[in-house]
């Protein structure tokens, strides 16, 4: 028996705050040879995790033994992004156990915010498909299904912003440099993938033609698991990361010294495919590396499965009964082509059978109608990483035309756009397509996008498999986006309503009638006064400056992209300037306008507009006239732990995007749930908080996806719209010309000229006007505080519908078929 088994045996993992300190004592003794007097905080922050995660293990083997006894059917999700952000108040809220901790930390000389702090993000994703994909493991294990998360573990998660002198400087997100006791390594778990090599045909005992794919090279992937526990009902899930190692251990006798060296480096060369995140949104980028970490993920994931299910079941054809997989978005389509490959190639099924099992195994989720983010991945490419998939495409397409021919009749160029391969001078494979054919679900994730793909870019797919196509609006979790992040509104809130809104988000329509509690109101305003404070706090000691806690708090925080339009609101943020300039005596209502958000290293125009939002702010906030009335700032490095301060101190949420290019959008469920009022357009998921908080309660502008249609269809000239609002007119003329940027004048013309001469795309110029109106309604709402509160209120109570509980009991219903696993006397029944 090994020490660490013997001394864990020791280790009591009581729920009281006196075992808890034991714990953590002996964690620092006995797991990291140190002790609590020459500990540092970062050995502390890992003791008290290490007792956090003793708490976790017996639920942790527990929910996996009963998966197992009762055979329940098993839900993958499988994501090349989890952006699950810092897990200790998670563990502790989930577990119940946050203020025994607190005084644990506390009697032993902690104060827990500042161990809570020392956690770095697991930043493993980009923005909202990551972070969605977080919010599911979160309610998948809250209402008891056997719901597992499989992604890489990058060594370097998304790269950290700096700002120097304005502009954006990546610098690489070193998350694992002291290593993470979240995760736990499972030598025992560990999958060759394969590469290269060839498809070799040859005919088996039966005489049918078979294929095999042999001279491959291999890397290993090696699983770490991350515990992920339901809201107090027992639950622990597993979040399985993939790392790569190197094929073998080297054999030292058979190196002399400079093949030793070489040997060595090939090792650094196989762990690369775990490396790093690819820092785009919504880019495809067909880099082969990328495609390599594609593969990796779906090959060990896909072994992990079928070892998995092959020791309780005997019949592969019965897969589907007990697994659904769900693919988040199509970086992990090529299971498709590798679930064939395997019931094909190594378990001899024929084709049909083969396809009738992974088409109701698997299902895919699309994020975005942006064409530029499809991927397409060069058939060259494949053909050389991976020629056995590659085979099994083109027989997957051949059949498919075949029933396109059969279902359309000889239309050629409907054939042309729905063929998995595209023709042309490089042919690639349209992953997108090759996920609608090869599975049996493909869902939107928001009402307005899901009717948008079925009438767009899949319409062809729509009209073929009507039945394929179905909306899952996306939701967040109230557990981390209300109950961890804003504790003094959940602890409102359950005072007057109790707390079953953890679970059942709905319930909070019980807030309703609060709206003419007058003392509910004062502590509901009180709160948000306060955390705007917190955040000012924060802001003070990050970066000395001071933002007005009185004025509007007006956040813009999320990825920067054109189409979601930063650019409007720092054109308002440069037009109230000049208007406060130009009438320094007219009353107006304060506001601080607050960004954050990366861009993608390649993508210039977005780091430009990084740039001149810090011009504009600096122009703004030194000069003198804007005090106590106009702020701007940008708050550099965006991540999850940013958001959970930023959102419970928003007065405004801007949800800004262009008509139509916005899927969903999640951050402004998250706002709404925290009593922010949205500003925003009819794009995304704003449609249906609109639908749910009400009209008067929300405030909507812009031309919508028909009027944007239309405007395009009509001959749109962005040079009318610039020559017909004169305050427009008046910031482009002074961005043109350097007003913000003197030192270099001519710094944003890529900006104007792509507003003017390219006839900006995006339409900013189109919903300028319409936008600076809407913020009028702002001002003037804001400054009836009575009724501005109760609009937040009506926000807070009336989103229930966003809970991403409620998004899962959906896929569980529609796609997974596990509708029978759902609360299964698991349920949470308040405290
Ligand atoms: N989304 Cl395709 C991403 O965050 N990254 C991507 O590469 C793609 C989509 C977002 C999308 O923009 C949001 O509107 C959604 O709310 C989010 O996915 C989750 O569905």
């Known amino acids: 028996m090994s020490t660490t088994t013997s001394k864990k045996l020791n280790v009591k993992t009581g729920m009281d705050t006196e075992s808890i300190k034991a714990d953590i004592l002996s964690h620092l003794r006995y797991s990291l040879a140190t002790d609590i007097e020459t500990a540092n905080k970062k050995e502390f922050y890992k003791s008290v995790v290490l007792s956090v995660m003793d708490r976790l293990h017996d639920s942790w083997l527990n929910t996996q033994k009963e998966y197992r006894e009762k055979k329940t059917k098993k839900i993958y999700y499988i994501s090349m992004e989890f952006l699950i952000g810092r897990l200790l108040d998670n563990a502790l809220v989930n577990l119940n156990l946050e203020q025994e901790f607190r005084d644990a930390c506390k009697d032993l000389g902690y104060d827990y915010e500042e ?92 005489g049918h033609l078979r294929f095999k794919w042999e001279n491959t090279q291999h890397v290993y992937a090696l699983a770490n ?171 997957i397409n051949k059949r498919f035309i075949n029933k396109v021919h059969e279902h359309f009749g000889d239309d050629v160029n409907r054939v042309r756009r729905m063929s998995i391969i595209s023709e042309g001078e490089q042919p690639s494979v349209q992953m997108a397509n090759l996920g609608i054919v090869g599975t049996h679900k493909v869902n939107g994730v928001a009402a307005l996008h899901t009717d948008l793909i079925k009438k767009t870019i899949f319409r062809d797919f729509f009209e073929m498999y009507p039945e394929r196509f179905t ?73 000395g400056f001071e933002l007005n806690t009185k004025a509007i708090f007006d956040i813009q925080i999320k990825r920067i992209h054109e189409y979601k339009r930063q650019l409007m609101l720092a054109i308002y943020a440069a037009a109230q300037y000049n208007y406060i300039k130009a009438n320094p005596d007219a009353p107006v209502v304060p506001r601080t306008i607050i960004f954050a958000g990366k861009a993608a290293p390649g993508y210039a125009m977005a780091k430009m507009f990084i740039k001149l939002i810090n011009s504009i702010s600096d122009k703004i906030n030194n000069d003198p006239d804007m005090e106590g009335k106009l702020q701007c700032f940008f ?42 009022v949205t500003i925003g357009t009819l794009d995304g998921a704003n449609v249906e908080i609109k639908e749910e908080v009400g009209d008067e309660n929300i405030i909507i502008f812009g031309l919508t996806v028909e009027g944007v249609e239309e405007l395009r269809r009509s001959g749109y000239s962005s040079w009318e719209y610039y020559n017909a609002d004169k305050a427009l007119k008046q910031v482009i003329d002074q961005i043109r010309d350097g007003f913000f940027e003197p030192d270099h004048p001519s710094l944003f013309h890529t900006i104007t000229n792509s507003l003017l001469d390219g006839n900006d795309y995006f339409l900013v110029l189109a919903d300028y006007p319409a936008y600076a109106e809407a913020q009028k309604e702002v001002d003037a709402l804001y400054s009836k505080p009575d009724e501005w509160f109760k609009v937040a209120l009506y926000n807070t109570a009336r989103v229930g519908k966003f809970s991403s509980d409620r998004t899962i009991s959906d896929y569980a219903t529609d796609i997974w078929g596990c509708e029978d696993q759902l609360n299964k006397g698991r349920e949470y029944q308040g405290s």
């Open 115 to 206: 161990i809570r702090d020392i956690e770095n993000d697991a930043a493993l994703g980009n923005g909202g498909l990551g972070r969605l994909a977080a919010c599911f493991l979160d309610s998948m294990a809250t209402l008891g299904l056997a719901g597992f998360g499989y992604g890489i573990k990058y060594d370097y998660g998304i790269f950290k912003q700096k700002i120097h002198d304005g502009y954006q400087i990546e610098r690489p997100d070193d998350w694992l440099r002291f290593g993470t006791p979240w995760a736990t390594t499972r030598p025992s778990v560990m999958y060759p993938v394969r590469f290269y090599g060839r498809s070799v045909p040859y005919t088996d005992e039966d």
């Open 225 to 395: 698991d991350i515990p992920m526990p339901g809201f107090r009902n027992g639950v622990v899930n597993n979040l399985r990361l993939w790392k790569a190692t190197s094929p073998k251990s080297l054999d030292l006798t058979s190196f002399n010294q400079g093949e030793y060296i070489n040997a060595v480096r090939d090792i650094e060369l196989h762990e690369n495919i775990s490396r790093v995140l690819y820092p785009n949104d919504k880019i495809f980028v067909g880099q082969e590396l990328r495609l390599k970490q594609e593969y990796f993920l779906v090959s060990s994931t896909l072994q992990d499965i079928l070892r998995e299910y092959k020791q309780q079941h005997d019949d592969l054809r019965d897969l589907p009964k007990y697994v659904a997989i769900q693919c988040n978005d199509t970086h992990p389509n090529l299971a498709v082509p590798d679930l064939m490959r395997i019931l094909m190639d190594e378990e001899g099924f024929d084709w049909e059978t083969s396809w009738d099992i992974t088409v109701k195994t698997l299902s895919y989720t699309n994020h975005t109608v942006l064409p530029e983010a499809l991927e397409k991945w060069p058939v060259s490419m494949l053909r050389n990483l991976l020629p056995r998939h590659l085979q099994i495409i083109y027989e």
């Open 471 to 543: 909306n899952k609006t996306n939701g967040i979790t109230p557990r981390r986006w209300l109950k961890q992040c804003n504790k003094p509104l959940a602890d409102l809130i359950t005072s007057e309503i109790g707390d079953s809104w953890i679970t059942h988000l709905s319930d909070l329509r019980k807030l309703d009638d609060k709206v003419n509690d007058k003392k509910f109101m004062k502590k509901y305003s009180d709160i948000k006064q306060q955390n705007k404070e917190r955040l000012a706090a924060y802001v003070k000691e990050n970066y």
């Open 635 to 676: 708050l550099d490095n965006y991540s999850v732990t940013l958001a959970e301060q930023l959102i419970p101190a928003a007065d405004v949420s801007e949800q800004i995007s262009t008509a139509g290019m916005e899927a969903s959008g999640t951050g402004n469920m998250k706002f709404a749930l925290n009593g922010a």
